[in-house]
């Protein structure tokens, strides 16, 4: 499975970004698809993701700002996030987990900074 992150850029803050994971495969068979993001001198950490049977899960720091979304082919998933905050500024990374394996892209640079 190879996927590729799109759509980071440098923003001020309370403005929108939206972020592209394209995946080589359909997205339906993942146990897990979704977003992390590592800020510099922190850990990587979860951000939304879709969990298999069709749940969708939020970190509770981008609750009602941030949306994950998937296109109806099933091989796209989408971040968007609104109300941008400096806290927001990191790497982001497309993620997905299939039959016990784990699946990183490349990552996305996203700055909030006025």
């Known amino acids: 499975v190879q996927l590729q992150a799109s759509g980071g850029g440098l923003v001020q803050p309370g403005g929108s970004l939206r972020l592209s994971c394209a995946a080589s495969?359909?997205?339906?068979?993942?146990?897990?698809v979704g977003w992390y993001r590592q800020a510099p001198g922190k850990q990587r950490e979860f951000v939304a993701a879709f969990i298999s049977g069709g749940v969708i899960r939020y970190a509770d720091s981008v609750k009602g700002r941030f949306t994950i979304t998937k296109d109806h082919t099933e091989t796209s998933v989408y971040l968007q996030m609104n109300s941008l905050q400096t806290e927001d500024t990191a790497v982001y990374y497309c993620?997905?987990?299939?039959?016990?394996?784990?699946?990183w892209g490349q990552g996305t640079q996203v700055t909030v900074s006025s």
């Open positions: 993620h997905a987990q299939q039959y016990g394996k784990l699946y």
């Open positions: 495969e359909s997205v339906i068979t993942f146990n897990l």
